[in-house]
C-alpha cells in the first residue's frame, strides 16, 4: 500500500487557511475590517511576520484589502479579482517558447463559446448594442489605435451576453494578455478592412440565431488573425487575406 506523504504547512499558510474559514463562516463579512495585526499574533500566538504573510497570501486571493497603517479589509469576492490572480502566471507563460500559440488556441476555445452562446442567447437589446459596436468599428477602419479599441469593444459586447461576470473578466484578461498580438496583426495593410468585415459575418450569424454559423465566423475571423500575426512576425506585410 503506497501513500502520498502529508505536506506540513507552513505558520503562515496555517493562519491564513483560518483566517479564510472564518470569512467563509460568516464571521468576517465583506467591507468588514479584520483583527488587528498584534490581535491576530495573540489569537493564533504566532509572530508578526507568520500574520503579514498570511495578509499578503490572503490579498493574493482577492480575499482582503491589504493597506499600509490600516486594519485589512474583506472584500466581496468577484470574479474580475478572481482571473487578475492569473495576470503574472500568464506573463510568464507568453514569454516562453511556444507561450502565444498556446494563449491563441486558448482565446480560440474560449471565444467561439462565445459566439456559441452569444447565438443561443442573444436579445433584441443585445442585437442593438452590437450593431452599435460594429458601427464604431467600421468608422474606425484607416486609425489602428482606434480600431483596436473598436475591435475590443466589439468582442466585449459578445462576451456580455450570456451575462455570465466570470466570461467578461476572463475577456478582459485575456485582451490584456494578448495586446502585442492584436496591435501586430493590426499593423498588416488591410488588416482593419478585414477585421470588419469577419466582425460583420460574426454579428449576421448571431443575430440570425445560427449557432454553427456563429462559431464558424468566430473560428475563421481568429484563425485569420493569428495569421496575420505569425505574418507581421516573420516580416511579411504585404496585405491581409480578405
Known sequence: MSATPIRRRKLYEEVSARIEEMIHEGRFAPGDQLPSERELMETFDVGRSAVREAMLSLQRMGLVAVSSGERSRVLAPSAKALVGELSGAARLLLSQAGGVAHFQQARALFEIGLARQAAQLATEEDLARLRVALAANRAAIGSQPRFQQTDVAFHFAIAEIPRNPIFTSLHEAVVAWLTEQRATSGRVPGAGEAAYAAHVRIY?????????????????????????YWRAQSGETDGASP
Open 204 to 228: 449576421e450569424a448571431i443575430a440570425a440565431h445560427d449557432v454553427p454559423a456563429a462559431e464558424a465566423a468566430m473560428q475563421q475571423h481568429l484563425e485569420a488573425v493569428v495569421a496575420l
